[in-house]
Every structure is written in C-alpha cells, then in structure tokens.
C-alpha cells in the first residue's frame, strides 16, 4: 500500500472518529472561518462568539475529554502581541502626525519613479527588518510610509500593504530571533545565532529563506509588469517633530537586542530570559513617553484621545477571539493528532520514503498554518520530526540529517500563514490598516497576491532544504 493511501487510512478511518470533542472542535473551527472568510465585516464578532462558545462547552464539560475554562482561555491570549500592537500603533500615530512618512515618501520617489519597483523595494526592505523585529511591529511601522506615497500617487495602497505583511511574513524564518518558530527550532535543534547562516559546513536557513525572498521578488515584478508609469513628484515635506521618529528607531533597536535574550520555555538551563511580553513592554513604553512629551509640549490632553482612536480594536478583538480559538482546538488534540499520524507514517527509510514524509511534512505545515497559529503547531511537530528522523534512519541503516525534517518544517509552518488574511497576526494587521483607511479587503483580494509569493517562497525553499540535507 502506498504512502498516500496509508495516510488516508490511518487519519480517516482509525483517527477521525476518537472522540466527539475533536470532532466538535473541528466542525465549529470550519464554520468560524468559512463564516470569517465570507463576512469580513463581522469577523470580530465571529471569533468572539466562537471563542465563547469554545469557553462553554469547555467549562460545562459536554466532552468528558474537553474542558477549556477561561483562565485557561485568557492564558492562550498571546498578549504580547496585543500589547505590541497598542504600543506601537500609538507611536506610529505620533510619527504620522509629525509628517516623516510623508517626508520619506518624498526621498523614496525622487529615487524610484514607478509603482512596480516601489512594491518591491518596500516589501524587500519590510522582509529585512522582520528577519530581526516582529512581524506586526514591522507591518506596524513600514505601511504608514506606504501609504504615504501611495497618497502622493493617487493610488489605492491595497497591493503594497498586502506585500508588505506577506514580506514581513517570510523573513521570520532567516534568523534566530526573526520568528517565534525559528527560537523553538533552535532549542530543539541545538543550534546557535550563527547555525542560521552556516550549520555543519552547509547553507543555513538565512541562506534559503533569502532565495526564497528573491523568488519572490521576481514574482511580484512580474505581477506588477505593467505598472510601469514613471512618476515625477515635486516639492518635500516639512517635518515638524523629530522625537516621533527617534522613539521609533529605538523600539525597533530596543526589540532587537530583547530578541538575543530567550524566553523562559526556550533558554538553556541557568540562562537568563526574559518574560513573555517584553516586546510589548517595550513598544508600550515608548508609545507612552511620546505621549507624555507631546502632553507637555502642548499642554493639553488632546493627543491622548487622538492617540487611543487610531488604536484598531477591530484588529484587537479579532486576534483575541483567534487566539481563544485556537487554544481550544488544540486543548481538543487536533493538532496532537497530527503529529501522532505522522510519526506512524516513517516508512520504510528508502530515499523515496524520505522524500515523501518530507513533503508531507512540509505542505501540510503550509497548509495548517495558513488557518492555525503555527507556534502550538510547530512545538508539537518538533519531537515529532526528531522521532521521524530516527525511525528512518534506523529503517534504512542510514544516517539522515535532523535538519532535512527541522528546516522543511521551519519552511513550511513559518510561510503557510501568507496563505490566507486571517492565517498570520501580521496579515490581520495589514488588513486592519487598510479597513481604517477605508479599504475592504475580501480574501480573494488577499490571495490574489500572497497564494503565488508563499507557493514560490515556499517551493524555494522545499527543493534548497532537500538539495543541501539529503
């Protein structure tokens, strides 16, 4: 019997009917994103009231193997994210007011004079920085200098922030501290800073992930082949407050020397880390520094409330509603159920069996992350791999390279949330500054540009991962 049809077997028949409470959890994550998908308006409200309804079955105990109360609940909050999101949203509120991105724009045009090259460099240079800072915190300050020159150009800025966050996306996997997932690889893997960029004589995944960055790119160019308008815009801006713009240069510097010092899940035994909303500890701060100068420089209060109405609660309450989400449909062991279906699955440690579980592994992350967070998934799928690894090693008395199943997961658990609007934070941002500014994004919008750039990404890096570790 072949490795496909082994696996239809082994999920369908003997896995799908375990328990009611996984197919509970499974048929109301469906409906919350197909509902989601088709009525962007309403998505907060959707992810709360699943979220809730989530809560209840969990605290009522309707499953006798699911229960999901809602200090667990609360718990599953990435609020970090939340807290990065306000922080920083309030400082990029005071630098739009101060008028640099305006004035950015203004040297950016004098430079590239049309719309195709500047999608691409904008999303290029949001990729470098996200290689270092968070991606939210990346889309968060990068897409007000797009919006800007797309004001200059009469333009919608629709297709530049989408390329933006899918960008910010990408580069997650380049280095160490670039992603959430790459840290829990590094943990796993015992690799260090460097092991990104060289590991065992080898390219590292810095190496991959920056062809995959520049497969990318030329798919973009293509995609904007016709936007080829030059563009003369004459005059500059006036800048009227620096220390917008200085307290952004050291949230971004600030974040990335935090991100040298792990969490506590992720530091070795007597290292020291820091606590889980560092990074929103950070952006908060400086938003309220701003703040407070701006107060006593203007003497009036009238900042604050400008400040708090450019905060997207929109974007809040529906990553919230997300988070809770999907805390319980892994409390419900859909993804556990994954990882032990596919630790069943080694084969016989032939090349071709190899070659099949490493593309299972990689386009089903693509997939999974496209519609789940790709942190709970991705620490479930690390011991699994290293079993994997083992097991075919073992069939085929052959020694196989951990970091041949290690990257190709990174590869496809970091790139598949590009996939959809609602598959990264990043992603929900971008579509969130969008909506303030009057835009409504359907998914079919989205996707019409993050299905290539993640595919070409995705299969860059799928042939590079197997070339360099097999």
Not at 233 to 250: E, F, I, S
Not at 289 to 312: K, N, P, T, W
Not at 317 to 343: E, S
Not at 382 to 406: C, D, F, K, M, Q
């Amino acid at each position: 019997m072949d490795m496909p049809l082994l696996f239809f077997e082994k999920w369908v028949w003997r896995r799908f009917y375990m328990g009611t409470s996984m197919l509970f959890a499974l048929i109301l994550f469906g409906v919350t994103y197909i509902i989601m998908f088709a009525f962007q308006k309403i998505r907060p409200y959707v992810a709360l009231i699943s979220a809730a309804v989530f809560i209840l079955v969990g605290s009522l105990s309707l499953f006798p193997d699911f229960q999901y109360f809602w200090p667990d609940a609360l718990r599953e909050i990435d609020w970090n994210v939340i807290m990065m999101i306000v922080g920083t949203m309030g400082t990029v509120h005071l630098f739009i007011e101060s008028k640099m991105p305006q004035r950015l724009s203004d040297l950016i045009l004098a430079r590239i004079h049309s719309v195709k090259w500047f999608v691409a460099i904008i999303s290029l240079f949001a990729g470098i920085i996200s290689a270092f800072v968070d991606n939210v915190a990346t889309v968060l300050m990068v897409a007000p200098v797009a919006l800007a020159v797309c004001k200059k150009l009469n333009i919608s800025p629709v297709s530049s922030i989408i390329c933006i966050s899918i960008s910010s996306n990408l580069q997650g996997a380049a280095t160490l501290v670039g992603d959430t997932t790459s840290i829990l690889l590094a943990k796993a893997a015992n690799l260090d800073f460097m092991s990104f960029f060289v590991q065992e004589g080898k390219p590292g995944m810095f190496w991959v992930t920056e062809c995959g960055a520049l497969v990318s790119l030329l798919i973009l160019l293509w995609m904007f082949r016709r936007e080829n308008q030059r563009v003369d815009v004459k005059g500059h801006t006036r800048v009227t407050d620096m220390m917008p713009t200085w307290l952004l240069c050291l949230t971004v510097a600030c974040l990335i020397l935090a991100s040298f010092i792990p969490y506590q899940d992720t530091a070795l035994p007597g290292q020291i880390y820091k606590p889980d909303i560092t990074n929103g500890l950070i952006c908060l701060f400086f938003f309220w520094v701003g703040l407070v100068r701006q107060i006593v420089r203007d003497r009036s209060s009238g900042v604050v409330r400008r400040a708090l109405q450019e905060i997207d609660f929109y974007t809040i309450f529906l990553l919230i509603g997300l988070f809770i989400i999907i805390g319980g449909v892994q409390k419900a062991g859909l993804i556990n159920l994954i990882g032990d279906t596919l630790a069943e699955l080694s084969g016989g440690g032939d090349r071709l069996s190899i070659f099949l579980i490493y593309s299972v592994i990689v386009w089903m992350s693509v997939l999974f992350s496209a519609f789940i967070d790709n942190i709970p998934y991705t620490a479930t799928m690390l011991p699994v791999v290293a079993v994997i690894t083992e097991r075919l090693s073992e069939a085929g008395n052959i020694a196989i390279s951990p970091n041949l199943l290690y990257f190709g997961l990174l590869v496809g658990a970091t790139l598949g949330g590009n996939l959809t609007p609602i598959g990264a934070s990043a992603n929900i941002t971008g579509i969130g500054i969008l909506r303030k500014g009057g835009y409504e994004v359907r998914a079919a919008d989205f996707m019409k540009y993050s299905v290539p750039f993640t595919l070409a990404a995705v299969a860059t890096g799928y042939i590079l991962v197997w070339v360099i570790w097999m």
